[in-house]
């Protein structure tokens, strides 16, 4: 597991794929290494999948229908040939998991629910 994020950080693009009607409540771990590792994604996901609104939010890769090769095809076309987009998307995600999901960021978020509740309670 240590050499993991290694893989992704000497990647150029990396690869989501899940397969169609897997609309899990949730992002796979690989989605949090690869955005921190500061390199772009493909999402092949459901489009009402949480993964696919994760990459939309955070603008960190492009999604493509899953089992769908020929789109597959041309969005790992159009990441080699756009280092730029690449490097975008790359550096979008790394900001998206710093702002969202380090562990003072996810301190801060049970602290503001944790106030709401408090506050909400009728005394």
């Known amino acids: 597991h240590k050499v993991v ?5 000497s990647s150029d693009v990396c690869l989501v794929p899940l397969r ?3 609309t899990a409540e949730s992002v ?3 989605v949090f290494t690869i ?3 500061a ?3 493909i999402a092949s996901v459901d489009k009402d999948s949480d993964t696919h609104r994760f990459v939309q939010e955070a603008q ?3 999604w493509v229908e899953p089992e ?3 789109a597959l095809a041309e969005a790992i076309l159009a990441l080699y040939s756009d280092r730029e987009l690449r490097e975008r998307l790359g550096r979008n995600g790394r900001e998206y998991v710093e702002t969202h999901y380090t562990r003072q ?3 801060r978020q049970y602290a503001e629910l944790l106030e709401e509740v408090v506050e909400s309670r009728i005394v």
């Open 39 to 41: 390199r772009p994604l």
């Open 5 to 9: 994020p290694d893989m992704y950080a």
């Open 35 to 37: 955005t921190a590792a």
């Open 60 to 62: 960190c890769g492009l």
């Open 68 to 70: 769908n090769p020929k």
């Open 105 to 107: 960021a996810i301190a």
């Open 28 to 30: 796979p771990c690989k």
């Open 20 to 22: 169609r009607g897997f």
